[in-house]
């Protein structure tokens, strides 16, 4: 499977409109994939973004004709029912055809409680919840008239008319082995995030072959997708800088323990500021960039998505795509 590169649209940090300016222009620099985060509130109050994901990405494949498109990730079981995730994903599959996924996650109650007051799962109702979200909306895409009892959700002959006339791929997130293990089985690939050591990426795709198999299904034929936290700027101290609009994702999880807000969050996340840098490649060197994604491309994830922290974005994303995207193209393509 061939490695393909990609850029993370930040919808926590910009607005839309901003949003598809940065995923066009990256687009034109070579890279060939945008990912979009689905939020309802952001990781920051003050000055923070949290445009709709579903418009957006319908913009975003008629501004750009050749850029693939997924969500990394959109969760289909609480503030969405996953027959409005099957029919807003037809409709873009039929505005993009081959060029759109869905991924997909057991989410946050950072979005989910404060869009309809409801008590926010936990994790096992959670994952019981997405594998029959995963099971109606591939229903929904295939059949008609689909009427659905399951222990979550219901559809009474419903009917998805514009379908798409590929099928759209569904990439489940995991950070542990059962999230895995659900990918294999019901998905189509996994989604996971850097910076969290060798071992674990090692069980993960170890319990989605398990997963695979057990249902199966062929291991190799499913993506594996990571997004690779980078911050480069050919000065050192500049790319360090850069990442403290990303201090959130330094706290430990005793420190998100209690933070159900944005306001909360960010509170939290200016403590960190100092460590921000510590989750993300921080570069001045292309090659350093190379020799920081090795380890991942080597344990066999295919499709690389940068994740960018600056603020001043279309200058870091200049950089990147004019002095480390080569040396990545040269080295995997």
């Not at 403590?271 to 993300?280: C, I, Q, S």
Request: net charge negative; hydrophobic share 40%; aromatic share 6%.
């Amino acid at each position: 499977m061939a490695i393909t590169f990609g850029y993370k649209a930040s919808a926590e940090q910009f607005g839309p409109r901003t949003l598809v300016n940065l995923s066009v222009q990256a687009v034109d620099a070579g890279l060939q994939t945008v990912a979009v985060s689905d939020h309802f509130q952001g990781w920051k109050h003050d000055g923070g973004h949290a445009p709709n994901v579903l418009p957006w990405l319908g913009a975003l494949v008629t501004e750009s004709p050749s850029v693939t498109v997924g969500t990394s990730v959109l969760t289909p079981t609480l503030r969405y029912h996953p027959s409005i995730i099957a029919q807003a994903f037809g409709t873009l599959g039929c505005l993009a055809p081959g060029r759109v996924w869905l991924g997909v996650g057991t989410g946050e109650s950072l979005n989910e409680t404060p869009a309809t007051a409801a008590e926010f799962p936990g994790v096992k109702e959670r994952r019981m919840r997405l594998q029959e979200a995963l099971k109606l909306i591939r229903l929904l895409w295939t059949e008609e008239r689909v009427t659905f009892e399951g222990e979550y959700y219901q559809t009474q002959n419903a009917t998805i008319y514009d379908k798409p006339d590929q099928q759209i791929p569904i990439h489940v997130a995991a950070g542990g082995p059962l999230a895995a293990k659900l990918a294999g089985r019901a998905g189509d690939g996994m989604i996971v995030t850097s910076g969290k050591g060798e071992e674990l990426y090692t069980t993960l795709l170890d319990a989605m072959a398990e997963g695979a198999e057990a249902a199966g299904r062929d291991p190799e034929t499913l993506d594996r997708i990571i997004e690779i936290k980078v911050s480069y700027d050919r000065d050192l101290d500049t790319a360090r800088e850069a990442c403290k609009p990303w201090a959130a994702l330094a706290l430990t999880a005793e420190e998100k323990t209690d933070i159900h807000g944005p306001l909360e969050m960010q509170h939290a996340a200016e403590k960190a500021e100092d460590r921000a840098h510590t989750r993300f490649i921080v570069a001045d060197d292309p090659q350093a960039v190379v020799e920081g994604i090795r380890p991942y491309a080597e344990l066999g994830l295919r499709q690389l998505i940068f994740h960018l922290p600056s603020d001043d974005q279309s200058a870091q994303l200049k950089a990147f795509t004019d002095d480390v995207l080569p040396v990545l193209q040269a080295e995997y393509l």
